[in-house]
Every structure is written in C-alpha cells, then in structure tokens.
C-alpha cells in the first residue's frame, strides 16, 4: 500500500447467492423451500423406481427408498438445494451441501452432520432426482451448474458424490472421475452399488498480470482497460473520505497511483477475466514493494469490481484466486468508514486463511487484516 493511501474495497459482495446459470427456456431453476416437501417426496420415489429399474433389483430398489433415498430437510434449510420447475410443476431436484454427509435422506441420518472447511475439503454434490417423465431434458446437467456455481462462490474448489449406477454416467460426462465402487449396506442385507467420485470446481474467472513493459495484444489492452477503469474506482472511494480521494483542479480524481503500478519493481497489477471479459483489478505489492510492513511477504493494496458485477458471486472467487496464488503472510486495509469492505474481507478472508485465523486491527482511519495463505495441497 503507498504512503497516506488506505485502501477501500467498494465492490462488496454480500450475498452467497449462485451466479447466473443458463437453463433451458422449458424450465427454471429456483432454490427449494420446506414448501416443496410433499411433492419431493412424490417425485423421489417415482423417479428412482423407473430409472433405476435394469440397475438394481425390485427388492435394492423398495429397501433403499426405506432406508436411504428420501429428502434431506437440512439441504433446504441451509439453502443449497435446488427444484426444476416448470409452470408450478416440480420435474427434477438436486443440490449441494457444505455438510460432512455424502448421501441420504432424513430417514438415514445417524450422526451430527457437521460443517466443512473449504480449505480442505470438497463440497458434496447430494440428492439428484429427475422425475422419468422428463428426463434426458438437460434438468440434471441445469441443476449441477446451479450447485457447482454456489460452491464456488462459497469458497469450495471440488465436488464429492457418491453416485447410484444408473447416475454415474451422467456424472462421468460432466466430468467426475469414479475412486471407489462399493455398496451402501441395508438392513436387509443388501449392498446397494454405488461409485464415489469426485472433480475439481474450475474458477470460472481468469486472472491476468499487467505490469511491466506494454506488450503487444491482450496485455496491452487490458492496460488500456485499467486506465479507463481505474477512476471509476478513485470516485467510489471518495464516498468514505473525501479528504484522500478528491478531484483535482483539471477534473481528474487523485492521488492517481496507477503509473507507479503500473511500472515499478515489486507492483503486480492483476485484471480479473470472465467468459474473456475484465470485470475487475486487484494490486498487490510484494518484496521489493517498499511499503510492505516487517515480515509481510504480500500487500493486497486496492481491489475493485464494477459495479454492474457485484452480488454476482466473481468479488469473491477473484478475491480468493488472487490471494490462493501466492501462499505466505498477507495484509490489507480498507478505511474505517467502508463498511460494505470491511463486511466482505471478514466473509472472505477466513476461506483462505490458514486455520481461518485473521486479525483484525483498528488504525487510524482504517482497518487492517492480516492472514496466511497456505501451499495449495496438490
């Protein structure tokens, strides 16, 4: 961070709401209510006797809808599962969990179905039904996207599933890849097959480094975006102090440091890329920054997404694919005043901390957070 220049993330985003999927214009995708209770518990059982017939034998097929396939209430009320509808009528359902358990309803629930760390472990992909008179319609594939982008944004990097055998193939397609085939024990003695299998969450954003000497095609463009963009983000800061952030007398907003990013030892200027799109820049500051503090091996000095791309769910997978990529001590800033900043570093932050341990430090017209980042497991 330069001298006197705290920094004021304005771009907050608040919500853990999913980002916008694409669905076919037959159906929609809404986030399911205890409202939806009676008729999930009408198409489950139709769904799994007539799909899952030539799979498994009439009598795995009654023993597991006793004991194991039924609706998990928890997944609604944490908000991560999903309905397809279409005209009022419930054609298919699906969700996620940031829960430790990997398959079953309430009726199969034995233990406490505790929360996981995102650092370390992948989200669940949970409860995937299409009634058989709709399927092979793109429900199923509509309802992943829609899981997949909330658990991005909810700071997860894979996806876990234990999938029945007539679901595997739809799974493989998507991209999962099968490490374990085992069976789910009923009380009748029987032994349900079923495949564990898992894939990595793609950021869904891409992250390019400006800096340095202007390059011919995409990097000097994107200096050229900066340039542009990069008063847009002086002017929202003047909303919490106007006595830093202030036009001058020929109508341009200072201090304009972005020169000094743009050229100097030690400044990464990072742009922020979806679908090829920039949407937002994030500057950090590594040694021979000279205004790193002691013992600090990187700065995250000014952080800014436009405003037409907040609560989209990008400020926080940017946020997390900036500070994932270089593991070591962090620190940032933002001014006492930005209230919208300080509520999303302290959303964001403890998904990439080690341990989850930030602190969180009062100053002078600012508050300071500081952190660690650890080597990403391979």
Not at 214 to 222: F, H, I, M, S
Request: glycine fraction near 10%.
């Amino acid at each position: 961070m330069l001298p006197g220049l705290p920094e004021g993330y304005v771009g907050a985003d608040l919500s853990d709401v999913t980002e916008a999927t694409s669905s076919p214009p037959s159906f929609t995708i809404r986030v399911a209510t205890r409202d939806d209770v009676p008729a999930l518990r009408e198409l489950i059982p139709a769904s799994v006797r007539a799909l899952s017939a030539g799979f498994y034998s009439p009598e795995e097929i009654e023993s597991a809808l006793l004991h194991v396939f039924g609706v998990d209430t928890q997944l609604i009320d944490d908000g991560t599962y999903f309905v397809a509808e279409r005209a009022g009528e419930i054609l298919g359902c699906g969700g996620w969990s940031r829960r430790r358990t990997l398959y079953g309803g309430d009726q199969a629930k034995t233990h406490a179905d505790t929360l996981l760390d995102p650092n370390v472990a992948p989200a669940r992909i949970r409860a995937f039904y299409v009634h058989p008179g709709h399927a092979r319609q793109g429900i199923g594939r509509a309802l992943l996207a829609a899981c997949t982008n909330a658990a991005r944004v909810a700071g997860f990097r894979r996806l876990e599933l234990v999938a029945t055998l007539p679901g595997e193939p739809l799974y493989r397609a998507l991209g999962f890849e099968a490490h374990e085939s085992f069976g789910i024990s009923l009380p009748e003695g029987i032994a349900l097959a079923s495949v564990r299998m898992s894939r990595p969450i793609e950021p869904g954003i891409t992250v390019q480094h400006v800096g340095g000497s202007a390059e011919p095609g995409t990097v000097a463009v994107l200096r050229e975006w900066l340039r542009n963009v990069y008063p847009l983000y002086l002017h929202d800061l003047t909303e919490f102090d106007a006595s830093i952030y202030a036009l001058d007398r020929t109508g341009r907003f200072q201090p304009d440091h972005l020169p000094y990013w743009l050229g100097e030892a030690g400044c990464h200027p990072l742009v922020g890329l979806h679908e090829g799109r920039p949407f937002g820049f994030a500057f950090v500051g590594e040694p021979p920054f000279p205004f790193l503090r002691k013992g600090v091996d990187h700065e995250l000095s000014e952080f800014f997404v436009l405003r037409g791309d907040r609560r989209s769910g990008l400020s926080r997978v940017f946020a997390r694919e900036v500070l994932r990529a270089r593991p070591g001590s962090w620190e940032l800033q933002v001014l006492e005043r930005n209230a919208p900043a300080a509520a999303f570093w302290r959303a964001v932050l403890p998904s990439v901390a080690a341990g989850r341990e930030v602190l969180e430090t009062a100053e002078k017209k600012a508050l300071r957070f500081a952190f660690s980042v650890a080597t990403a497991e391979p």
